[in-house]
């Protein structure tokens, strides 16, 4: 059983048991989030797709950790006009993990 969800503006094709990472989600590590927005689920060759998102299922998500993702440099140059801006970027994310997926 799978389903794709939509969360942080992504979406997500997740099992019971992944583990995926997001934008940073509110919450308390160890706690359990419910994502209502479930675009669609795929239950043994029997798929029920959402207009937009299915009525009643959820997915269940555990937060492992809060982290910094990677550090992304932004380089802007004006050529000829000696303008050079050097900036860094570390987005906050958050480290999930599907417990459990529901239809009903």
Do not use: C, W
Request: net charge positive; charged share 30%.
């Amino acid at each position: 059983m799978y389903a794709i969800i939509k969360t942080s503006g992504k979406q997500f094709k997740v099992e019971a048991g992944t583990e995926f990472e997001v934008d940073r989600m509110e919450g308390e590590v160890g706690s359990v989030i419910d994502i209502d927005n479930v675009l669609m689920i795929s239950d043994e060759g029997k798929t029920t797709m959402g207009d937009p998102a299915v009525a009643g299922a959820k997915v269940s998500v555990e937060i492992l950790e809060h982290f910094r993702g990677p550090k992304l440099i932004v380089f802007k140059m004006k050529r000829r006009k000696r303008s050079r801006v050097k900036n860094g970027h570390r987005q906050e994310q958050t480290r999930l993990k599907v417990t459990n997926i529901a239809l009903g």
